[in-house]
C-alpha cells in the first residue's frame, strides 16, 4: 500500500472532455493513512483507510475554495485553491485527495505528505504552494 503523488489519469481524459469546471464545480480535500493506496490510477474519493473523524474533521474531507481560476503564464495553465485546515482534530495523514465532488466525486489529484503529518487535539493544515505558473498544485504545460 502507498500514496503515490499525481494527476488522477481519469482526470485528465475528464478534462478533454469537458466535465471539469474549476469556475462552477465543487471540489474537495480528504485525508488518509499511510495504509492507504493512492495513485494516478485512483478514479474517484473513497473512505478506504480516510482518517477517522475527530474534531473538525468529518467523512469526505473539506470543501477546497479555489483562489486563482484557471488562468496562464506562458505556456502553463493552472489553477490553486485556498489553504484549509481543520482545528481542534488529532489526525495522523500520510496523504490527500482532492476530489470533484459535483462529478460523482471524481479523483483530481493525489498528494504524498512525504510521511505522517500528526495534528494532536489542534489544527492540521494543508497549506498549496504559490500560485503561479511554476508552483501551483495543478498544472498544465506544453513541453
Not at 465543487?26 to 495504509?35: E, H, M, N, P, R
Not at 476530489?99 to 460523482?104: C, E, I, P
Request: aromatic share 10%.
Amino acid at each position: 500500500m502507498a500514496i503515490t503523488q499525481g494527476m488522477a489519469t481519469s482526470f485528465k481524459v475528464q478534462l478533454l472532455n469537458g466535465q471539469q469546471n474549476f469556475s462552477a464545480n465543487t471540489f474537495k480535500l480528504a485525508l488518509y493513512t499511510s495504509s492507504a493506496t493512492l495513485n494516478e490510477n485512483t478514479t474517484a474519493y473513497t473512505t478506504s483507510n480516510e482518517v477517522p473523524s475527530t474534531g473538525n474533521y468529518s467523512a469526505g474531507g473539506n470543501t477546497l475554495t479555489v483562489s486563482v481560476t484557471p488562468t496562464n503564464s506562458g505556456n502553463v495553465a493552472y489553477v490553486s485553491f485556498a489553504n484549509t485546515s481543520w482545528a481542534n482534530s488529532t489526525i495522523t495523514a500520510a496523504g490527500a485527495l482532492i476530489y470533484n465532488n459535483s462529478q460523482s466525486n471524481a479523483a483530481v489529484c493525489v498528494l504524498n505528505f512525504g510521511g505522517d503529518k500528526t495534528s494532536t487535539n489542534g489544527t492540521f493544515a494543508i497549506n498549496f504552494p504559490t500560485a503561479d505558473a511554476s508552483n501551483a498544485i495543478i498544472r498544465l504545460t506544453a513541453s
